[in-house]
């Protein structure tokens, strides 16, 4: 999870979803556990509570913290796979552009077992191409290398959100993009995609 995550045109939106019941939770690609924290404050009778993330970095913090029951540290793809218990949440913000869809589809296959291993889901990944580069932040896992589509998440049964990062009404926001792209400034939309709300 990088800097660039939870614009703050996200953050209201995903803080309204998280749910204030349900035993069991995972927290995929946890990062620094800003969500897991907000989930945690809202929902202190969890008593399953998991942090997945592939940098140790990040786990360690997470350990320390004391905010999850439990800290994994590994590919959030495998950790879904390997998954046996249904969890009542999940949770995936900034991830899937992180994982590269070929030559196999691990983004895909990681969206469909969100959906089939956890009652209820929230996944955040940006619309458009947002380039970050690997190691920015210290994390090799940093660099964006895929993008997903509207479809990916409805037609796997999401309900899908589009979340502007300009307040502008919506006439001017086609306008303002084209001039920021021309001026070499990026302005994204991310997918909030829900399952179980």
């Known amino acids: 999870m990088s800097r660039l995550c939870h614009d703050r045109a996200i953050r209201p939106v995903i803080y309204d979803l998280l749910p204030t019941e349900g035993d069991s939770g995972v927290d995929l690609g946890a990062g620094m556990g800003e969500f897991g924290l907000l989930t945690r ?15 140790k ?45 070929k030559p196999y589809d691990s983004g895909a296959r990681l969206i469909d077992n969100i959906y089939h291993k956890c009652e209820k889901a929230i996944i955040a ?3 458009d191409w947002v380039p970050v580069e690997a190691g920015f932040d210290g994390n090799p896992a940093s660099e964006h290398v895929s993008r997903y589509t509207v479809r990916d998440f409805t037609d796997r049964g999401f ?6 990062q300009t307040s502008l009404p919506r006439q001017l926001r086609t306008p303002y993009r084209i001039l920021a792209r021309l001026a070499g400034k990026y302005v994204y939309r991310h997918i909030v995609a829900t399952k179980g709300f």
């Open 41 to 55: 404050a809202r929902n202190q009778g969890m008593t399953r509570f998991t942090a997945v993330d592939i940098w």
């Open 159 to 164: 309900k899908v959100r589009l979340i502007d």
């Open 125 to 127: 990944t940006p619309l």
């Open 57 to 101: 970095p990040y786990c360690d913090f997470l350990s320390k913290m004391k905010i999850y029951d439990t800290v994994v540290c590994m590919d959030v793809c495998k950790y879904m796979e390997s998954l046996r218990v249904k969890q009542d949440f999940g949770i995936c913000t900034e991830v899937l552009e992180h994982i590269k869809r």
